[in-house]
């Protein structure tokens, strides 16, 4: 994206009608690392490539855990993503006091989209610099929604955003019309698959550098451990090719 | 004309005895409000962590609060911290929480109860405004002064003149000293919940009192 006039603040228009600090916020999204969402009838499953800073630092995790029933991770400016992570908890924690019950994961994802909206329209602050997926559970079944820095919210069958996500995307849009009916197992592979399409090859992936978390009808938010994706990924190493 | 009265004691009797890395926590199932009987199948435990329990006995409406609080607390510690908080951390959590209102005190007399970071089963008594103390066993609620002195027998071996320790069952124990406490005691009756926690797992049982 080239510079332009109008794009000093989130308040001014440009004749074209756009607002170039929300579509440069956009691109934040793209600098960050891979995310990656997906849902059959049963079950919604997030998985994300992990970046260290360096050889001598830890991966930094992006999954996170916001009640028994959701599960959240983003890409793009990690510190907002973080305290997105703190804001939807403390809301799902509030709704459980009052209301005895989960929160619907919609309406969680509306109070945030509702946030992003405000720092769209007050000369003082700028727009959330990170995309999130949320996967979550109500009386229909799983869901999967993305949210961005526009205050939009959609949901999805299968999505990817972050660094080199086509590849993913493509991969999901071949093969997003057999998840429905697929098993637990069957559809943790896929998310892995579409992970591993999208990194490039001097990328390591392993139990840390790569975090998979699932929610369902008879299963709470839950990690899978490191273990548990090496695993996957040995098993995809052995099989045939990732075809993309 | 009588001003307002917040607070209400619906009575009852919440028990708990710890010995080597187990704990037994039970609580009768009535509530009462002045000479009726609101309930008789009442629970007056709630399960904060897979080892953890707190037992209150006082106003319903603010033990039902408190409990309902300290879940959010628990569930966000959870999340803060990656695991659940120790008997010790949940320990400081109450008290405060209950200092918090010292002012307009929870109307609540509590024991918190379970297995501790050292693998040791503990109980810690609360009054309303959360002064609290590390106990072998307590009791607390309208049956309390009937209780704590046969637990004091049984327990330390206080008032006999024999050479004494507990060696018994910590079930059978809390379980005559319910039966003890609803003989004399008009608010503690018709069922108790014991829970049996040990580092195996949580045994759940009830069994009947008098239910006059």
């Not at chain 1, 992990?50 to 996170?64: D, I």
């Not at chain 2, 879940?71 to 320990?91: C, D, F, I, R, W």
Request: hydrophobic share 35%; glycine share 8%; net charge neutral.
């Amino acid at each position: 994206m080239l510079k332009s006039p109008y794009d000093t603040d989130c308040i001014t228009w440009s004749p074209q009608g756009r607002l170039f600090q929300i579509e440069y916020a956009m691109e934040a999204i793209k600098q960050g690392s891979l995310c990656v969402g997906l849902k059959s009838n049963d079950y919604a499953i997030l998985a994300t490539l992990n970046r260290a800073p360096s050889k001598l630092a830890e991966y930094q995790q992006k999954l996170y855990e916001i009640d028994e029933h959701i599960g959240l991770c983003f890409s793009g400016l990690t510190a907002d993503g973080r305290l997105i992570c703190k804001y939807l908890r403390t809301e799902a924690l509030n709704y459980k006091y009052t209301h005895g019950t989960n929160i619907n994961p919609q309406r969680l994802v509306g109070k945030l989209s509702d946030k992003a909206q405000i720092k769209t329209q007050r000369h003082s602050k700028r727009p959330y610099g990170v995309g999130c997926l949320v996967i979550g559970l109500d009386e229909n079944g799983p869901h999967v929604y993305e949210t961005s820095p526009d205050a939009n919210f959609y949901e999805y069958y299968a999505v990817a955003i972050g660094a080199r996500c086509q590849s993913a995307k493509t991969y999901l849009e071949k093969n997003y019309e057999t998840f429905a009916n697929l098993s637990k197992d069957e559809l943790i592979i896929h998310a892995v698959k579409a992970v591993k399409s999208s990194a490039q090859s001097d990328v390591e992936l392993n139990g840390r550098s790569v975090s998979v978390a699932i929610v369902g009808r008879d299963t709470p938010f839950k990690f899978l451990t490191s273990e548990e994706v090496e695993a996957t990924l040995l098993h995809l190493g052995q099989a045939m090719e990732v075809e993309v | 004309m009588s001003k307002f009265n917040p607070y209400n004691d619906n009575g009852g009797t919440v028990v708990a005895v710890a010995v080597g890395s187990r704990v037994v926590i039970g609580g009768d199932t009535r509530i009462s409000n002045g000479y009726n009987i609101l309930s008789r199948n009442y629970n007056k435990v709630t399960q904060l962590t897979s080892t953890n329990f707190i037992a209150t006995s006082g106003q319903v409406t603010d033990a039902q609060t408190l409990h309902k609080l300290l879940l959010a607390k628990v569930a966000l510690y959870k999340h803060q911290h990656g695991h659940e908080p120790s008997l010790k951390a949940l320990s400081k959590l109450l008290c405060v929480t209950l200092y918090s209102r010292r002012f307009f005190p929870y109307y609540t007399f509590n024991l918190l109860c379970g297995i501790d970071d050292d693998g040791q089963g503990k109980v810690f008594g609360y009054d309303a405004i959360g002064s609290f103390d590390e106990l072998k066993y307590g009791a607390q609620g309208s049956g309390q002064q009937l209780s704590i002195s046969i637990l004091d027998n049984q327990m330390k071996g206080t008032n006999r003149n024999d050479d004494y320790s507990f060696n018994g069952d910590p079930v059978g124990l809390v379980k005559d000293v319910f039966n003890a406490i609803a003989e004399r005691d008009i608010y503690t009756g018709d069922h108790v919940l014991i829970w049996d926690v040990s580092p195996q797992g949580i045994n759940q049982s009830a069994f009947n009192l008098r239910s006059d």
